[in-house]
């Protein structure tokens, strides 16, 4: 595995790697446990968008620096401004789900590499990543309702389709940490590794999925997306127009070249 080389200031709230064909973003505010300012989300959402206009990066994974991959809103924010508490949450939200739409909108795969004690908006962003690896030694905690305030970052929509409606209320309302192994079980995420091989072990998982045909890749994405809400032959119809327009491609050429001639493709 390449050691990656990075093209932002040490000082910046996000920083990027390339590993290949691989970007890996790093939260970068590590003496705040990675919590979100209005700063550090557009410097995500930049990120995100330099990931989808680089034609020679396939993949992304989404990591924090330091101890935790992201504890939610930075609560400074707030408490310099109680008074217009309802204005800066407006802002706030209006930039992360912002974020998040551009994110999940994008047709190259995002892994979340998961650490710490993951609190608030981080469990959104991670639940909204297309796959997730943890930390065998992170936890999952809501907290919004101990702060006075109900999820947003789209940990309700997340929640509620892994786990169920009375599962997702407890967890929300109730702020049960959730371990990594109870994690995976439900379904939360994909892996755990050892805390000290997260970073590589995401990158591989990544680099396997910058190996699949980028159209591909990105249909599978839209397929998944609408399955849980669509009717059967609806999702039917879905998947005749995609597979007909992968068939169209040079990569489906050279997969059924590949699988003929008993080597990998090379897309």
């Known amino acids: 595995m ?21 970007a890996m973003i790093r939260f970068n505010r590590p003496d705040r ?18 990931v989808r206009e680089d034609a020679s990066i396939r993949s992304a994974v989404l990591i924090g620096n330091g101890r935790c991959f992201m504890a939610g809103a930075d609560l400074l924010t707030f408490h310099r ?29 995002v892994i979340a590499a998961v650490a710490g004690n993951v609190a608030g908006g981080g469990v959104g962003l991670a639940l909204a990543c297309d796959l997730a690896v943890m930390a065998d030694d992170a936890r999952l905690i809501s907290g919004y309702s101990k702060l006075g305030t109900s999820p947003d970052g789209g940990t309700t929509w997340s929640l509620t ?48 999925l910058a190996e699949v045909a980028p159209m591909a890749m990105a249909r599978i994405k839209a397929l998944v997306e609408t399955a849980a809400t669509s009717d059967f ?35």
């Open 161 to 208: 389709r892994a786990v169920g409606a009375r599962r997702a209320l407890e967890l929300m309302c109730l702020n049960t940490p959730v371990s990594a192994q109870e994690a995976l079980a439900l379904g939360l995420v994909n892996r755990l590794v050892p805390a000290g091989q997260l970073a590589e072990q995401a990158i591989v998982m990544a680099q396997h």
């Open 33 to 50: 446990l990675n919590a979100v300012d209005a700063e550090m989300i557009e410097a995500i959402r930049a990120a995100l968008r330099g």
């Open 81 to 109: 401004e109680l008074s217009t508490a309802s204005q800066v949450a407006a802002g706030l939200i209006d930039g992360f789900h912002a974020m998040l739409r551009e994110m999940r909108a994008m047709p190259k795969p």
């Open 2 to 22: 390449s050691k990656g080389r990075a093209n932002a200031s040490g000082d910046a709230p996000v920083l990027r790697e390339t590993h290949g064909a691989v």
């Open 233 to 267: 032959d609806s999702q039917l119809d879905r998947e005749r127009m995609a597979f007909i327009a992968c068939a169209a491609t040079d990569d489906f050429c050279e997969g059924v070249s590949a699988f003929f001639e008993r080597r990998p493709p090379r897309f």
